[in-house]
C-alpha cells in the first residue's frame, strides 16, 4: 500500500483512549505513551495501538519507557505488527522510516544519555537523506522550550541533522511546544498530545505526502 498520509502523535500518556483518530496510511508515535513506564501501561498502550485501523503503525519510546529499556524482549513482543525502531529503520513502500528514543540525561528516566559525544554517537547512525526521521526528544532550538522557557532539546542531535537532512522530523517530548515548522529544509513536527498537565490538549497531526515533500494539514 501506498504512504500518503501520515498521522503522527507522541507523548499520550495513558490518555490514548481519549484520542479520536483521522484516518491514514501509517500511524506514528514519537514515544512517551506510559507515565511510568510498567508492563501494564505497555499493554493497555499496546492492545489499543495494535487495534487501530491504520495499515502501518510505527513507534518509538520515550523517556518514561522504563520497560523498553530494561525488558526490552517483554516489551516488543506485545506489540506484533508494529514497527518498534530503536536506533533501526523501515521501508514501507520506499519510504524509509529511522527511529530513536534517547534524550539528554535528566533525572532518572529512560533512554538517558550524556550530553555530547554519547549521544551523537547515536545520532550518527542516522543515514543520510532519509525520507522520516522520528526522534522523542527535539532537536535544540526547535519546539523544545518548556515551562519558564527552558529549552530541553539535544544540541547533538541539531548538529546530526544538518548532515542527516531529512524531509520530515517528528518528535514531541516538549509538550508546551507541540506545532509545526518548516525548519532547515525539512517540515519539523512536534506532535505532543497532552499539554504540561498531562490532560488531552491536542489533535493528532496530519501530513500529506506527494512528490514534492510532505506536507502537515493542522
Not at 38 to 52: H, I, L
Not at 91 to 110: C, I, K, M, N, T
Not at 134 to 156: F, K, Q, R
Not at 191 to 200: G, K, L, M, P, T
Request: hydrophobic share 35%; glycine share 10%; aromatic share 8%.
Amino acid at each position: 500500500m501506498a504512504v500518503h498520509r501520515l498521522i503522527c502523535i507522541s507523548d499520550t500518556h495513558n490518555r490514548h483512549a481519549e484520542l479520536s483518530l483521522p484516518e491514514g496510511d501509517v500511524l506514528v508515535h514519537s514515544g512517551d505513551f506510559t507515565m511510568h513506564g510498567t508492563a501494564e501501561e505497555t499493554r493497555a498502550f499496546a492492545e489499543w495501538f495494535v487495534d487501530q485501523s491504520h495499515p502501518h503503525k510505527i513507534l518509538v519510546a520515550g523517556n518514561h519507557e522504563h520497560l523498553f529499556e530494561k525488558e526490552p524482549d517483554t516489551a516488543r513482543a506485545l506489540l506484533p505488527g508494529v514497527h518498534y525502531l530503536q536506533d533501526s529503520g523501515v521501508d514501507l513502500d520506499g519510504v524509509h522510516f529511522r527511529g530513536s528514543p534517547w534524550q539528554p540525561e535528566y533525572g532518572g528516566w529512560a533512554f538517558n544519555l550524556p550530553k555530547g559525544e554519547a549521544l551523537a554517537r547515536k545520532w550518527r547512525r542516522a543515514p543520510s537523506g532519509l525520507d522520516v526521521l522520528i526522534t522523542h526528544v527535539p532537536p535544540s532550538g526547535v519546539m523544545d522550550l518548556i515551562t519558564n522557557g527552558i529549552a530541553i532539546g539535544c544540541e547533538a542531535l541539531s548538529s546530526e541533522l544538518r548532515r542527516i537532512q531529512p524531509r520530515l522530523h517528528a518528535f514531541g517530548h516538549a509538550h508546551e511546544s507541540r506545532g509545526v515548522q518548516q525548519t532547515g529544509g525539512w517540515l519539523s513536527i512536534n506532535a505532543a498530545i497532552c499539554d504540561e498537565h498531562y490532560h488531552v490538549m491536542h489533535q493528532p497531526v496530519i501530513v500529506e505526502r506527494n512528490r514534492d515533500g510532505y506536507r502537515a494539514i493542522d
